[in-house]
């Protein structure tokens, strides 16, 4: 065979994503990624974290096919710097999002324009990346709109206009979509990420899922809701009200929006099975903060927040402990658990693992992949975690060990006292040690005042 040939059959065999090393092993294409990111939903909002109102069988499966995690924090209480931490590996101590900050008429504040983010990373390893939902991190045409990160965006710029699930727009790429504000967008979103899978099957891909359930207004098509209606009758006379819409019955609501949610996750999960992806891709799926309390929504009906105190907005478990699911046949191992105290700000330098490519070095998140793969002996550990939030008389909470530290109101009292909890005999948080423990108490406010770096955008202490 000559060279000509030999070129033609490997540029063949790398069309197809197959390629052989020196030692003639064959070597499959880079794994795909996939990460859901589910909004508002609590610790115990899916039946495999304990939900017993409804049931989620299409996301229970990641679980059986996968690992699930017991101590995994999100980036925030809130929506925008949750989603800043989780996009640059930072906890918001350091990043430049830490509260959520409106534009109008469109939008929120945007990171700065050479912030170093997850797609821009896979970009240098050859991924194509594709966003699906809700964005939160620079309004129409700013420095930091998501087609600044992404090379195919289809859902709401503004997470202020995502309240509603039947919007007049969405867009489309920089493409403002007219709607009739009759469509249901969590649909169309849904099966736009169907479509990006199906284009981008030959090759590596970034597919993050921000969907918009359960965030309130609770709102899903009758076919969703009307099951519940009949479980829940008592809730009939029951009105919830949030953006300028009126639910009869936002029990059933909320319980239809998450099992269509449920359903969506399982035609994804056919698709990949279809496409002959499985093997290939690693799913995760996560919340952006604890249960919210719009709209009509109940969580203590639903026990949404679990065992957990607080809820959204608060810096308590409730508000930042929060799911997350990974399977990845062949690699994780299926019906496997783990008690790591992870973060969203991990997922940056475990993808950029998974992928090829070197995280920079300025971050907060380690690599889960040695967990996820099996070798817990030499996951790394973090030394502690943190957050600051800025809204609701500012806070900052720190997780070191089993040990807990809350401040609250420093906005009135910048050196507000701190609320010491042993989570390993406590994961209520409803008994203060603080004064038990006087080291503890000074070896986490040391930790508060170094992990805490003002921001131009956002200050803590003012």
């Known amino acids: 065979m000559n060279f000509r040939s030999i070129s033609f059959v ?7 994503g197959v390629v052989t090393n020196a030692h003639g092993e064959e070597q499959r294409p880079k794994p795909n990624i996939i990460y859901i990111l589910l909004d508002d939903a609590g610790y115990g909002d899916l039946s495999c974290y304990g939900q017993k109102k409804f049931e989620t069988p299409n996301i229970d499966r990641i679980a059986k096919e996968g690992m699930k995690f017991t101590q995994h924090y999100s980036g925030s209480t809130v929506c925008a710097p949750t989603r800043c931490s989780l ?12 509260g959520n900050r409106e534009v109008k008429p469109e939008g929120q504040a945007p990171m700065p324009s050479d912030v170093m983010t997850i797609p ?19 309004a129409p045409g700013s420095t930091s709109d998501p087609m600044e990160h992404f090379d195919v965006f289809y859902g709401y710029n503004c997470q202020r206009q995502a309240h509603n699930y039947y919007p007049d727009h969405l867009w489309s790429n920089n493409e403002f979509v007219q709607l009739d504000g009759k469509t249901y967008a969590a649909d169309l979103i849904f099966e736009q990420s169907l479509k ?31 099951p519940y ?7 009939e006379n029951v009105q919830g009200k949030y953006a300028g819409t009126t639910i009869t019955n936002p029990i059933a609501a909320f319980a239809g929006m998450m099992t269509r949610l449920d359903s969506q996750v399982g035609a994804l999960q056919q698709l990949l099975k279809e496409l002959g992806l499985e093997e290939n891709t690693i799913v995760l799926l996560s919340s952006d903060n604890g249960p919210h309390k719009e709209g009509g929504h109940d969580p203590g009906f639903f026990n949404s927040n679990g065992p957990f105190k607080g809820h959204k907005r608060d810096l308590y478990e409730g508000g930042i402990r ?23 700000w991990d997922m940056l330098p475990t993808f950029c693992e998974i992928a090829g490519v070197e995280a920079p070095a300025n971050i907060d998140g380690i690599s889960i992949l040695d967990e996820l793969t099996g070798n817990p002996d030499i996951q790394k550990q973090h030394r502690y975690l943190y957050w600051e939030f800025t809204e609701r008389g500012k806070s900052q909470a720190a997780r070191k060990g089993d040990w ?31 004064s038990e423990h006087p080291q503890i108490v000074k070896e986490m ?9 003002p921001s131009e955008t956002f200050q803590l202490f003012q």
């Open 10 to 16: 490997f540029f063949a065999l790398t069309l197809l």
């Open 87 to 98: 996009m640059t590996g930072k906890h918001t101590g350091h990043c430049v999002v830490r």
């Open 120 to 138: 821009r990373l896979l970009k240098k390893a050859g991924y194509t990346s594709g966003m699906f939902g809700k964005w939160g991190l620079g």
């Open 196 to 226: 990006f899978v199906r284009e981008h099957k030959e090759n590596p891909f970034f597919l993050y899922l921000p969907v918009t359930v359960p965030h309130a207004a609770m709102q899903a098509p009758e076919d969703s809701v009307a």
């Open 229 to 235: 209606r009949e479980k829940f009758p008592q809730f």
């Open 322 to 344: 929060v799911p997350l699911l990974a399977s990845w046949k062949g690699k994780i191992a299926p019906g496997s658990s783990s008690k790591l105290i992870s973060a969203h």
């Open 404 to 434: 807990k530290a809350v401040r609250t109101n420093l906005k009135k009292n910048p050196k507000a006292p701190i609320e010491l909890y042993d989570l390993s005999r406590d994961i209520g948080e409803e008994n203060d040690v603080s």
């Open 445 to 453: 406010a040391r930790i508060l005042e170094e992990a805490h770096v």
